[in-house]
Nanobody, 120 residues
């Protein structure tokens, strides 16, 4: 059974940093496209960033220049480095995996989510 497990959420003051981790297990997911979404209270879940088969990265405009997605050496792990955090970044962050590729918009596997809270 496929599992995505996130870690690293927490509470931080505006301007601070957090690093989220996501590890995929259950199959050989080395270098599969993976990404991060977030959902704030009362809002739809939204795409934050993704990293594709060839290492290409994509970012929502709201996080460009502040967030960085990267893979771990094991390739089945992705990290989200979040700098210059703002209160509007407060949300539950979800890791997701897309065997079909990021541009298809099909995300087949999801983690349980980790809370990020940014106080002003």
């Amino acid at each position: 059974q496929v599992q995505l497990v996130e870690s690293g959420g927490g509470q931080v003051q505006a301007g601070g940093s957090l690093r989220l981790s996501c590890a995929a297990s259950g199959r050989t997911f080395s270098s599969y496209p993976m990404g991060w979404f977030r959902q704030a209270p009362g809002k739809e879940r939204e795409f934050v960033t993704g990293i594709d088969w060839n290492g290409a990265t994509y970012y929502d405009d709201s996080v460009k220049g502040r967030f960085t997605i990267s893979r771990g050496n094991a390739k089945n792990t992705v990290y989200l480095q979040m700098n210059m955090l703002k209160p509007e970044d407060t949300a539950v962050y979800y890791c997701a995996l897309s065997p079909a590729g990021i541009m298809t918009g099909k995300w087949d596997y999801w983690g349980q989510g980790t809370q990020v809270t940014v106080s002003s």
